[in-house]
Structures are given as C-alpha cells and as structure tokens.
C-alpha cells in the first residue's frame, strides 16, 4: 500500500498533509513514514521466517539515524561503506556484530576501526586488501572475518552506473579467479573465511538475474569444498527495484521464496555433505527505504518559453542528485491537487548554475507560484547523496510516525555550513 495518499484533494504522509509538514518545517524537506518503512522491512523479515538468513540493510541508501534506529529494533543488520556508516550503525543503537563493510577502498583506519568493533565479515574486493587486512588483523592479535565480492559476470539489465556484476567494473574479484584467491586467503593466519557475496545492480525488476547470480555462487561453494574451505554464509547482495513511473518490480516474497528453494534444493542434493548449513543474507537498500519518503519542495517561479515551459523550485540537484547523475525519472505530484489553474507541460527545474539542475523533465502539472510539490520515491539515495554546492545548506528530514510529525535532521544553517572554514592568519 502507498503511504502518501490524497485525502480531500491533499496529499498526506501517512494521515499528515504535506501542507502542514511544509508550513511547520519550510521547504525543501524530506518526509518519511515510518510505517511504509516497517512495512518494507517486513517484506524482507517475514519472508526470511524459518530461514537461517540476515537482512542487512545497505544504509548508504538512507542513513539517518531515526532510519537506522527503527531498523535495528526490526533485528536488521547493516551493510556499510565507510567508517563514518559504522559508527552511525553504533550511534543508532544497532549492533557491530551484524555489520559487513563493503567497498572498494576501505582504509587502514576504517578497518581497525571495524576489526575493533568486531564486525560480522569484510566482504573484500580485492586481493590487495586480502593482504592488508591479514597484516591489520596480525598487529592487533584478531582474525579479520572475509568474504570475498564475486563478480558472477551476469548482465543486471540495469542502468550502466548502477550495474555493478559485469567484467569491466571496478568491483568485486573476477568469477574465474575466485577460487585462488579464496586459496590465497586460507594461507593468510591472520583471516577467517566465513562467506561469500556478491551484488550485481539496483533497481532490479526481474530476479532471473540475481538468481543465475545465486547459481554461479553455490558452483563456487562447492568447488571451494572440495577444497577444504567451507562457508558459513552466502551474501546476495541487494538491488531490488522499486516503482517510480510503471514499473513492476518482482515481489520481494517471490525473489526470497525462490532464493530459499534454490537452497533448499541444493543441499538436499549434497546431504551428508559439510554444507548443509548455510545462512543467507541479503543487503537490500533501495527497496527498504525508496518508497518510504518524499522530497517536498515549493515553487518559485514559473518561467514561460518558446521550447519549454520552467517550473522553478526551491529543491535542486544538490538536494536531490539522482535525475542530474543517472538521468532518473522521478513522479511529481501536486500537493494539492485541487488547484484552479489548467495544467502546462513543465521542466522542473532547481536554482542551481548548471544545466544538469533539473528534476523532471515534460511533465503536466497544474500549478501556481507558491505551490507545493512532491517528488515521489525520493527516500533512497536522495538525502545520502547531497551536497552544499552553491552554499546551500542540506534539507530538514521529517518522519511521519504513529500520527506525529519528528524533526529527524534540522535544515542546515549558514553558520553550519561556514563552521569547519577559516580564512588566512598573517
Ligand atoms: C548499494 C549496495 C547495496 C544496496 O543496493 P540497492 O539497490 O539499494 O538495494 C547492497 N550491497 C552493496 C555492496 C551495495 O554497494
């Protein structure tokens, strides 16, 4: 069900008109609900009932610590990119040890900070950062918990910057050297294999290829247990779509219900065999929180052309990156949609000096100066990615939760934004 909804001509978070979230806390806002985010979540945890599995949510989508705290109480674990993610998970109540630190180049202080704070596994990308982490583990007299990032070579069918399992990309260790490298790491002493992982795109809408995915990780696993290496887990990855114009991304039950047979399947096929356990875990970002939130922002202007038509709005690619960055269509709505004017195509566009500022690109709307709207879908990656360019500060975040309005994150300040700055002493 859709948490942001028209009641009398008004569209609400939750029971809550934006009118109001936007007369109280200004504009541009994020507004999340709580319940479309519990509800995300569960989609996850009751398909994983009776499963040895871990939802670990891939916080660098949403990483507000409201965000972070309701998941934790959900028994979520995290997966994270940074330091700085980890000691959000910490300032957020939830737990290190359900932790896995993803990522290209995690450095020596990030992952001392991680190894001190036990974390679950490193899911390392890379045979370099194998022989760090062995040396790092060493000085502190730890064993440094891996899993090594497959590249399974499937195509996610996805947009370019956001498909992550194919040969030519940064990410990830190549499917066909896999198995030396796993080699390579069961001669390190200070390492402790316990997984594998893999995470091939997002905004997925067909799980066939997460699925071809899975097989090319369980062909791995049993070649590494003829080896003599067995593995505690097995790490999916994240990427499920979500629908922002028409799209009809696969039911998060179905994608889990078919990961669980596969399994299933597999280890009937191998009873007696050392693998008959293997946890599960998944890193869902996207489909956790992109529903679940809304940016809200104000018109300014409308700026009539001969080509196009400009609707001119106080939110902007720094607020909002993902229509600049990966060319995303976002729906826009009205907030109110009883409005007395005729509707006119528009480009929806920010106050920013570039021409990549735009955040929707011929749409119909109805609106006047002053008016407010809504870009949906707008709860992932859309705070995470912002930045102050043009001395902008950051939006207010607001959670909608249980018939209340929370200040989650005050709008940046000028005096913010300057603090960390000084100018030259003679
Ligand atoms: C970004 C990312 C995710 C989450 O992807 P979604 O498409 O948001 O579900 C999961 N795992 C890793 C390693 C990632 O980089």
Redesign the pocket.
């Known amino acids: 069900m859709s948490f942001f909804s028209y009641q009398n001509g008004e569209l609400c978070a939750e029971n809550i008109p934006l009118s109001k979230i936007a007369a109280q806390f200004g504009t541009p806002t994020y507004v999340y609900s709580k319940a479309a985010l519990l509800e995300n979540f569960s989609a996850y945890a009751n398909a994983c009932q009776g499963h040895d599995a871990l939802i670990c949510y891939?916080m660098?989508?949403n990483s507000n610590l409201a965000v972070l705290n309701l998941l934790a109480q959900q028994g979520a674990g995290f997966?994270l990119?940074s330091g700085g993610e980890l000691l959000r998970v910490i300032a957020a109540g939830g737990d290190p040890q359900k932790c896995?630190f993803?990522?290209v180049g995690k450095t020596r202080d990030e992952i001392r900070l991680a190894l001190s704070h036990n974390i679950l596994c490193f899911?390392v990308e890379s045979i370099a950062e194998l022989y760090s982490l062995n040396t790092i583990a060493g000085e502190m007299g730890k064993k440094a918990p891996i899993s090594l990032?497959v590249n399974p070579n499937v195509d996610a069918k996805t947009h370019p910057y956001?498909a992550?399992g194919l040969k030519d990309n940064k990410?990830g260790i190549a499917f066909e050297d896999a198995l030396a490298t796993y080699q390579a790491a069961a001669q390190l002493p200070h390492l402790h294999i316990v997984g594998i992982?893999c995470?091939i795109?997002?905004?997925?809408l067909d799980d066939a290829p997460l699925l071809a995915a899975l097989d090319k990780l369980i062909e791995l696993i049993d070649q590494l247990a003829e080896q003599g290496i067995t593995l505690h887990h097995l790490d999916l990855?994240?990427?499920?779509?979500i629908t922002y114009a028409d799209e009809r991304p696969v039911a998060v039950a179905d994608y889990l219900g078919r990961v669980f047979a596969r399994i299933a399947s597999w280890r009937a096929s191998k009873s007696g065999s050392q693998h008959t356990s293997i946890k599960v875990i998944f890193?869902?970002?996207?489909?956790?929180v992109?529903n679940a939130g809304v940016l809200l922002t104000k018109v300014e202007f409308l700026k009539p052309g001969a080509e196009k038509n400009f609707c001119i709005v106080d939110a902007a690619m720094n607020d909002l990156m993902r229509p600049a960055m990966y060319q995303a269509w976002m729906d826009v709505k009205a907030v109110n949609n009883a409005a007395a004017v005729e509707p006119s195509t528009y480009d929806v566009v920010g106050p920013i000096c570039e021409s990549g500022d735009w955040l929707a690109r011929n749409r119909a709307l109805a609106v006047q100066t002053g008016d407010l709207l809504a870009i949906m879908s707008a709860g992932?990656?859309g705070m995470t990615m912002a930045s102050n360019y043009n001395t902008r500060g950051r939006p207010a975040e607001v959670m909608v939760a249980d018939g209340h309005t929370h200040l989650i994150r005050q709008r940046e300040t000028i005096e913010s934004l300057f603090a960390l700055e000084s100018i030259l002493l003679k």
Do not use: M
């Open positions: 891939a660098k989508a997966d990119v896995l993803s990522g899911n990032r956001i992550t990410f992982d995470h795109g997002s905004q997925l990855g994240g990427g499920i779509g890193e869902p970002g996207r489909s956790i992109g992932a990656y």
